[in-house]
């Protein structure tokens, strides 16, 4: 009889712990993650604009885009009206290099 009690008090443990691990996801749910942190919080600003150095080196079509940390605009040139960065004489994908537009005062929203 000792050894039944035993048994059934273990099976018990078990089936309590097993319903424990089945409920907690419905009472306290994870949120899903596609990424553990964003590197890089961007806003890319929809098609593409005349960019213009603030010294006035260059002025080139490209995207704007802001860095939402701390309000950084940059600018990607893509020499074209397409999207992205085009080297229509060469086979190998362009790469577009950023050169700084200026700076949104995140800060002083709250002032």
């Known amino acids: 009889m000792n050894q039944r009690w035993i048994t059934n008090v273990l099976l018990l443990l078990i089936a309590v712990s097993l319903l424990a691990i089945a409920v907690r996801p419905y009472l306290r749910p994870e949120p899903a993650k596609a990424q553990s942190a ?19 080196s260059k002025q080139v079509l490209g995207r704007v885009m802001i ?39 995140f800060e002083d929203i709250e002032k």
């Open 38 to 56: 964003e590197p890089y919080p961007l806003y890319i600003e929809p098609g593409t604009q005349m960019l213009r150095a603030p010294d006035g």
């Open 67 to 105: 860095d939402m940390r701390n309000g950084n605009v940059w600018g990607f040139p893509t020499t074209t009206t397409d999207t992205y960065p085009v080297n229509a004489m060469s086979s190998k994908p362009a790469v577009s290099h950023p050169f700084p537009l200026g700076r949104f005062a």
